[in-house]
């Protein structure tokens, strides 16, 4: 039997609204995978990363990482570059295809938003959203995200 909603912890709730999401953000919709579409708004949002900065934002192991990075990289949405100032670390940059497919990827992420989210206002919809980034923004920094 479900829990009622008022004993159901929010981290709770967000966890199996994320849940849905992630089931319903097919790699027929986004046209890539979620992990992908992901790592490109990443980018697209803080411009070039170094690959471990990447990774870590992501939380991804560096093996996993590598692999996401050469699935994008071979469909041409991004590229590694080395680090002048550090030969041993990769720069990832998004090109202008992964901002193309990260544009067509939007439009089915706010379908699943549309979908997943139709029971709030639009008003309350903004209120969430902004709730949201005030924990983001909120919460102690990651000590494994750090370089």
Do not use: F, W
């Not at 008022?6 to 890539?32: C, F, N, Q, W």
């Not at 991804?60 to 990482?65: C, E, K, S, W």
């Not at 692999?67 to 590229?79: D, F, M, R, Y």
């Amino acid at each position: 039997m479900d829990a009622p909603l008022a004993t159901t912890g929010s981290l709770v709730l967000l966890t199996a609204l994320a849940r849905v999401v992630y089931r319903r953000s097919t790699e027929d919709l986004l046209g890539m995978r979620l992990k992908a579409y992901s790592a490109l708004r990443q980018l697209n949002d803080h411009g070039d990363l170094p690959q471990q900065s990447l990774c870590g934002s992501l939380m991804l192991d560096a093996n996993n990482g590598v692999l996401l990075l050469n699935e994008i990289e071979a469909a041409g949405h991004a590229t590694r570059r080395r680090d002048p100032t550090d030969r041993r670390r990769h720069i990832v940059e998004l090109t202008d295809a992964g901002r193309d497919a990260l544009a067509r990827a939007e439009e089915g992420m706010n379908s699943i938003e549309d979908e997943v989210l139709r029971a709030l206002e639009p008003e309350e919809r903004q209120v969430l959203r902004g709730l949201l980034q005030r924990a983001i923004d909120g919460a102690a920094p990651d000590p494994l995200l750090s370089e």
